[in-house]
């Protein structure tokens, strides 16, 4: 998809927030400008000209959206839905136009970020929350070594991808069929998920960085594995286009990071690869490694609860999962996060401030068996009595 127009219909969505589909064709006929927007030096006449510009982009494709699908009811709310989430999940070109601090920072988020109920990070309770006993994860061919793994340096964030095989879409990485695909289900999701993408948040300094936060403990790095849900579709945008903003579109697997003076060897293969893209927008294709290896090792204890992407647009669509084990790293391997580059400065601290958890309750769930035998001890209990009065008879 074109990062242009992606980006460009995201940020009219921000400026001009929503207009009506019938306002839009009406315009149509007046807006015959270039597909592309005017490369203009100075910054105030960019922005004037950007704006002129999108809204002509976005009475365009709203209109072929239109004659696509006559019936569909939405189009311009299911249209913008799906360019904003693909503008934030594959984070576009040089001009990713949200940041961490300033005036394009989490304070000045627009839409849902700001408005939200569901927002995410949190900083999960140590008091309050439910316990619950779910299914353990199923995580499937997440030992299988992949074709190659890319590690981009994207705007706000180091992104890996996955290469399975030739025939995929290219950027996405993702497989068709779910034979070969890594996959996780159970662990109280109802469908299964498939992999789309794994990024990363950290801070400047030891004690910040991770975006949840535990009792209002930061741990200093965060890492996101994300995932689609397959119910809506074989791809990550299908799912997204599909799924038509259901809070259950996507399972985003977070992990923190804890401190150790070691390495951690099973990082080795990532934290390699980030000297070769200290630079904006390079990449590097990575020796291949399995998933699994970089998770937790324990991942029958979690936090979950229902939320939203960090970035804007902030849409409620994640059903999370923060386990509570973290991932070990030593401080040598997240300097090399640290050193990787923005435009114009250093990557860092590139983590969304918490949300308020509103009405929503965070589950501790537990999927060991020790869980499940005390939560069947009434039931033993039961047995033991019965086997008692049938042996008195
Ligand atoms: C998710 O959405 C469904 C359908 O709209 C709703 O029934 C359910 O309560 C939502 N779940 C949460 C945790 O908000
Ligand atoms: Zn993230």
Redesign the pocket.
Request: include cysteine; charge should be negative; aromatic fraction near 8%.
């Given at each position: 998809m074109n990062s242009v127009v992606v980006f460009v219909v995201f940020s009219w969505f921000g400026v001009v927030g929503r207009s009506s589909a019938v306002e839009v064709r009406e315009k149509e006929s007046g807006a015959k400008r270039s597909s592309q927007c005017p490369r203009i030096t100075s910054k105030e006449k960019r922005a004037i000209s950007k704006i002129e510009c999108h809204k002509s982009i976005h009475k365009r494709v709203v209109h072929r959206e239109e004659s696509l699908h006559p019936i569909n009811m939405f189009p311009t709310a299911s249209l913008i839905l799906i360019l904003t989430l693909v503008h934030l999940l594959d984070a576009a070109t040089p001009g990713a136009e949200f940041s961490y601090s300033g005036e394009n920072g989490p304070d000045h988020w627009p839409g849902v970020c700001n408005s939200g109920q569901y927002q995410s990070p949190i900083d999960i309770p140590k008091h309050g929350h439910e316990k619950a006993h779910m299914e353990p994860f199923v995580f499937e061919n997440y030992d299988y070594t992949a074709k190659g793994v890319r590690l981009e340096n994207k705007p706000n964030t180091v992104k890996l991808e996955f290469l399975a095989n030739e025939h995929e879409v290219e950027s996405t990485g993702q497989v068709h069929d779910l034979d070969h695909s890594m996959h996780v289900s159970q662990g109280g999701l109802d469908h299964k998920f498939q992999l789309a993408q794994i990024h990363f948040h950290w801070g400047n300094t030891d004690n910040e960085g991770s975006e949840h936060l535990l009792n209002q403990v930061a741990y200093p790095m965060e890492m996101h594995v994300v995932h689609f849900n397959t119910k809506y579709g074989g791809h990550l945008l299908d799912a997204l286009a599909e799924g038509r903003g259901?809070?259950?579109t996507l399972a985003v697997l977070g992990f923190f990071f804890k401190l150790t003076n070691k390495d951690n060897e099973k990082l080795k293969p990532i934290v390699d690869g980030l000297q070769f893209i200290h630079e904006f927008s390079s990449e590097t294709e990575l020796k291949v490694f399995p998933v699994s290896d970089i998770l937790s090792e324990d991942l029958s204890r979690f936090y979950r609860y229902?939320g939203s992407l960090t970035t804007p647009g902030c849409n409620e669509v994640v059903i999370w999962t923060i386990f509570e084990e973290p991932i070990e790293i030593s401080e040598r391997q997240l300097r090399q996060f640290r050193d990787v580059s923005q435009l114009h400065q250093r990557m860092q601290n590139n983590f969304r401030p918490v949300r308020p958890l509103h009405k929503r309750t965070v589950l501790y769930v537990d999927t060991s068996a020790s869980s499940m035998a005390s939560m069947s001890f009434p039931l033993t209990l039961i047995s033991v009595a019965l086997a008692l009065l049938i042996a008195k008879k």
């Amino acid at each position: 998809m074109n990062s242009v127009v992606v980006f460009v219909v995201f940020s009219w969505f921000g400026v001009v927030g929503r207009s009506s589909a019938v306002e839009v064709r009406e315009k149509e006929s007046g807006a015959k400008r270039s597909s592309q927007c005017p490369r203009i030096t100075s910054k105030e006449k960019r922005a004037i000209s950007k704006i002129e510009c999108h809204k002509s982009i976005h009475k365009r494709v709203v209109h072929r959206e239109e004659s696509l699908h006559p019936i569909n009811m939405f189009p311009t709310a299911s249209l913008i839905l799906i360019l904003t989430l693909v503008h934030l999940l594959d984070a576009a070109t040089p001009g990713a136009e949200f940041s961490y601090s300033g005036e394009n920072g989490p304070d000045h988020w627009p839409g849902v970020c700001n408005s939200g109920q569901y927002q995410s990070p949190i900083d999960i309770p140590k008091h309050g929350h439910e316990k619950a006993h779910m299914e353990p994860f199923v995580f499937e061919n997440y030992d299988y070594t992949a074709k190659g793994v890319r590690l981009e340096n994207k705007p706000n964030t180091v992104k890996l991808e996955f290469l399975a095989n030739e025939h995929e879409v290219e950027s996405t990485g993702q497989v068709h069929d779910l034979d070969h695909s890594m996959h996780v289900s159970q662990g109280g999701l109802d469908h299964k998920f498939q992999l789309a993408q794994i990024h990363f948040h950290w801070g400047n300094t030891d004690n910040e960085g991770s975006e949840h936060l535990l009792n209002q403990v930061a741990y200093p790095m965060e890492m996101h594995v994300v995932h689609f849900n397959t119910k809506y579709g074989g791809h990550l945008l299908d799912a997204l286009a599909e799924g038509r903003g259901a809070n259950d579109t996507l399972a985003v697997l977070g992990f923190f990071f804890k401190l150790t003076n070691k390495d951690n060897e099973k990082l080795k293969p990532i934290v390699d690869g980030l000297q070769f893209i200290h630079e904006f927008s390079s990449e590097t294709e990575l020796k291949v490694f399995p998933v699994s290896d970089i998770l937790s090792e324990d991942l029958s204890r979690f936090y979950r609860y229902t939320g939203s992407l960090t970035t804007p647009g902030c849409n409620e669509v994640v059903i999370w999962t923060i386990f509570e084990e973290p991932i070990e790293i030593s401080e040598r391997q997240l300097r090399q996060f640290r050193d990787v580059s923005q435009l114009h400065q250093r990557m860092q601290n590139n983590f969304r401030p918490v949300r308020p958890l509103h009405k929503r309750t965070v589950l501790y769930v537990d999927t060991s068996a020790s869980s499940m035998a005390s939560m069947s001890f009434p039931l033993t209990l039961i047995s033991v009595a019965l086997a008692l009065l049938i042996a008195k008879k």
